[in-house]
Nanobody, 126 residues
Framework: QVQLKESGGGLVQAGGSLRLSCAAS????????MGWLRQAPGKEREFVAA????????YYSDSVKGRFTISRDNAKNTVFLQMNSLLPEDTAVYYC???????????????????WGQGTQVTVSS
């Protein structure tokens, strides 16, 4: 199984930006669709964004559409999440995970993702 490690979280003021990275342990990374998900205190884990195998297709939750951008560099086994115009409600632990289903569809179902990283904390102050 691929191992994933997130980085780039931190404390930022509302309106600010952060760029999260997720490094994968193996070159089969390019065979996986990838997703970013998050979990706020006291809430269930929720979908944020997903990207297809080559990076040509993306899918976002309504809450982040237009503010966040997911991208990937298969040569570096890394997926990114650029977060702009951050809001206090974006505060959460952010996880990257793999969608290993052998179909091209990108989905928001948390159950479709596995091989979770350890997460990186994002805190947005008002």
């Amino acid at each position: 199984q691929v191992q994933l490690k997130e980085s780039g979280g931190g404390l930022v003021q509302a309106g600010g930006s952060l760029r999260l990275s997720c490094a994968a342990s193996e070159r089969t990374f390019a065979m996986y669709k990838m997703g970013w998900l998050r979990q706020a205190p006291g809430k269930e884990r929720e979908f944020v964004a997903a990207i297809g195998w080559s990076g040509g297709r993306t899918y976002y939750s309504d809450s982040v559409k237009g503010r966040f951008t997911i991208s990937r560099d298969n040569a570096k086994n890394t997926v990114f999440l650029q977060m702009n115009s951050l809001l206090p409600e974006d505060t959460a632990v952010y996880y990257c995970a793999a969608d290993r289903r052998p179909v091209p569809s990108l989905v928001a179902s948390v159950a479709a993702y596995d091989n979770w990283g350890q997460g990186t904390q994002v805190t947005v102050s008002s």
